[in-house]
């Protein structure tokens, strides 16, 4: 099956400083993927859409400055926190869906776990 | 909008007992559904899905029936292992174009020896 990966998978940094996390489609292209946040104990919620080529659509009370979403390619797309604060402190999941082929399904990266000190 | 439930765990439940976690949904149009399964400390996989009303998904020994009337999706197992112990998420496609699926709170299951 189509494998989504995410680097990196642990990351731990001071308060202040920025955070790139990459989502990457190894196999398969991706129009659109997906951001997702989970807190320790709770469900995914939706941060916000990348889309190729264009802007990111950002859910309602998520800061698109301060989560800075660049999907320069039909394999890649990254997100940066900026000016990290404990708070920010989750685990970061993405997903995509194929843009061609018989998949019907999203695939999910394995997350990144973010830890801000 | 588009929502789903899912019972609240924890759940605690002694090996080759029968598990149960209920799902229901709310959407418009006709949605497909999924269960993912999350062990500790790992991204989320898919478990099974449905399509389309009465499919019926299984994986593992892990079964969900589509169940338009009752807007459900419950997921059972027969009889469960030590290594099914995970977060079990019940969640929608709300369309089967390219959208982001919308989750339950996950179900933790702790099943013992």
């Known amino acids: 099956g189509a494998v989504v990966s995410q680097h990196p998978s642990r990351v731990i940094c001071k308060s202040g400083t920025s955070v790139k996390i990459e989502c990457r489609s190894l196999d398969f292209q991706a129009t659109t993927m997906f951001w997702y946040r989970q807190f320790p104990k709770q469900s995914l919620m939706l941060m916000a859409t990348s889309n190729e080529g264009s802007k990111a659509t950002y859910e309602q009370g998520v800061e698109k400055d301060k989560f800075l979403i660049n999907h320069a390619s039909l394999t890649l797309s990254t997100l940066t926190v900026t000016s990290a604060h404990p708070e920010d402190s989750s685990f970061y999941i993405c997903?995509?869906?194929?843009?061609?082929?018989?998949?019907?399904?999203?695939?999910f990266g394995p997350g990144t776990r973010l830890t801000v000190l | 909008g588009d929502s789903v439930t899912q019972m609240e765990g924890p759940v605690t439940l002694s090996e080759e007992a029968f598990l149960t976690i209920n799902c229901t949904y709310t959407a418009t149009g006709y949605p497909s559904l999924f269960w993912y399964v999350q062990y500790p400390g790992e991204g989320l996989q898919l478990l099974l899905k449905?399509?389309?009303?009465?499919d019926k998904g299984s994986n593992k020994g892990f079964e969900a029936t589509y169940r338009k009337e009752t807007t459900s999706f419950h997921l059972e197992k027969g009889s469960v292992q030590v290594s099914d112990s995970a977060v079990y998420f019940c969640a929608l496609e709300p369309n089967s174009g390219n959208t982001p699926l919308v989750f339950g709170k996950g179900t933790r299951l702790s099943v013992i020896a």
């Open positions: 997903s995509a869906r194929p843009s061609s082929g018989d998949y019907n399904e999203q695939f």
């Open positions: 449905a399509t389309k009303a009465d």
